[in-house]
């Protein structure tokens, strides 16, 4: 009943600069938190940053300050403005949310399907 939709990946230069959403739908009644997630080629999944519902966010320290998470509640949507982009960034990148379906009273994680970036010249 519930997912999660990314958009926004592609092939950018380095410096260049990619937008990545994530939208959730379906059958929702709260979502506690959602982030973005990577996997680069040979390596582990990491946790990117995360978006909390009071607004604070958290991001791993490759990316402090050239990425930004932002969520628009509205339109349960997240977002990941990647700026400076660099080849090691490469990855694909999975939404994550931990979302309260209408039919339970806890936390249920959901992913998306991943979304390719590729830093390269």
């Known amino acids: 009943q519930v997912q999660l939709v990314e958009s926004g990946g592609g092939l950018v230069q380095p410096g260049g600069s990619l937008r990545l959403s994530c939208a959730a739908s379906?059958?929702?009644?709260?979502?506690?938190?959602m982030g973005w997630y990577r996997q680069a080629p040979g390596k582990q999944r990491e946790l990117v940053a995360t978006?909390?519902?009071?607004?604070?966010?958290h991001y791993v320290e490759s990316v402090k300050g050239r990425f930004t998470i932002s969520r628009d509640t509205l339109k349960n949507t997240v977002y990941l403005q990647m700026n400076s982009l660099k080849p090691e960034d490469t990855a694909v990148y999975s939404c994550?949310?931990?979302?309260?379906?209408?039919?339970?009273?806890?936390?249920?994680?959901?992913w998306g399907k991943g979304t390719l970036v590729t830093v390269s010249s």
């Open positions: 379906g059958s929702i009644f709260s979502i506690n938190v």
């Open positions: 994550h949310a931990n979302i309260v379906p209408r039919s339970e009273y806890y936390g249920v994680d959901f």
């Open positions: 978006a909390f519902n009071g607004g604070g966010t």
